[in-house]
Structures are given as C-alpha cells and as structure tokens.
C-alpha cells in the first residue's frame, strides 16, 4: 500500500527528480513557458507556485531586508541562478501580488512524435506564449530587411556540400570537364622529335 506517498517519481531516483524539477522551474521563471511532458508539467505546478507564494511574501513585507532576505534565501535554495531569482522578486512577485493562487496554467499539446507521451505546455498566467505572434515578428523583420532570415540544418549542409564539392563547370559534369582539359593539354603540349 502507498499512504501518505505523495508525488510521481517520474522514472528517476529522488536526486535525479529533484534536480530535474529545479532545473524546469529555472527555466519556466526565466522564459516564462517550456513545454514538457504532462506528468513532468502536473509535478512541477505546485514546485513553482510554492517559490511564487515565498517570494510574493518577502515582496510584501517590505520591512528593512529581514523577510525579503529570508524569502530570498528560501527560493535560493531551490534556484540557484541570481538572475531568475532576481527577476522573480522584482517582475514575477508583484505582478501576482493581488492573485491568491493559481499562477500557473497547464494545456495539453498532443502527443510526441518519437514516443508518444503527452506533451504538455507549462506557462505563467499573464504572459501567455503565442508561437504564431513570435512568426509574425519575424516575417515583418524580415520584409523590413532588418535582419537576414535564419538558415536551416538542411541550407547549411547544401551549401556546405556545394563547397566541397566546387562549383560545377557549366555543359556538363566533372568527368566530361576533365576528358576536355586531357585533350586540350595533349594538343597544346609538342612532343619531342626523335629518339627518346
């Protein structure tokens, strides 16, 4: 029997899942939604929503440095990156200040390709992610030529192909260019007369 067992284990050992559960809730504070498997996204909900709670409280305290440093020493302990950390405390925390809970959303994506496990996107309520806006902004950066356009995997193997392979003379391939320099040096090379 399981009682009192809370939490998925996720297929990892404890240090393992701790440290992957941290590691997301860095990245979720920095950029604000990551997409990640929805087991993974249901356990790292509370993680994250508990480290918002601690710092909303130390923001709120506003005494001379005792609670916010204690607040900030607590959320230390499970985000070691000093710039998440601040911008959690500075942006994150009093824009959720009036909000009781709930500062998270969780939306189910689909499935993924390679194993079929349910992908889901994790995102903070108040910024929320539209991939197609991101698109746009990059389309009209790239018709004001402020930018040039990204190249892909595929672009960067043709051109490099096109590079080791030379350029192709024009009328033909390779081999018929090098039949017709043969011949030309032959005629244009004069043999020695006589013996030899």
Do not use: C, W
């Not at 399981?2 to 860095?26: D, P, S, Y």
């Not at 200040?97 to 309520?125: H, N, Q, S």
């Amino acid at each position: 029997m399981r009682h009192n067992v809370a939490h998925r284990k996720l297929g990892r050992v404890t240090e393992h899942r701790i440290a992957m559960i941290r590691n997301q809730a860095t990245a979720l504070l920095r950029h604000e939604h990551i997409e990640t498997t929805l087991p993974k996204a249901k356990e790292l909900r509370p993680f994250v929503e508990r480290l918002i709670t601690i710092a909303k409280r130390g923001v709120a305290a506003n005494d001379p440095k005792a609670e916010t440093l204690n607040a900030r020493r607590l959320v230390m302990k499970e985000v070691q990156d000093r710039d998440v950390v601040s911008k959690l405390f500075d942006s994150i925390a009093p824009r959720f200040a009036e909000r009781p809970g709930g500062y998270t959303r969780i939306m189910k994506r689909g499935f993924r390709r390679g194993d079929a496990a349910e992908v889901a996107l994790i995102e903070l309520v108040g910024s929320e992610y539209d991939p197609k806006a991101q698109e746009a902004e990059a389309a009209a950066a790239a018709e004001a030529g402020d930018s040039k356009p990204k190249k892909g995997l595929g672009d960067r193997l043709r051109e490099t192909a096109k590079r080791v392979r030379g350029a192709k003379p024009e009328g033909g391939s390779k081999a018929q260019a090098k039949g017709q320099t043969r011949a030309a040096r032959k005629v244009t090379t004069p043999r020695k007369a006589g013996g030899a």
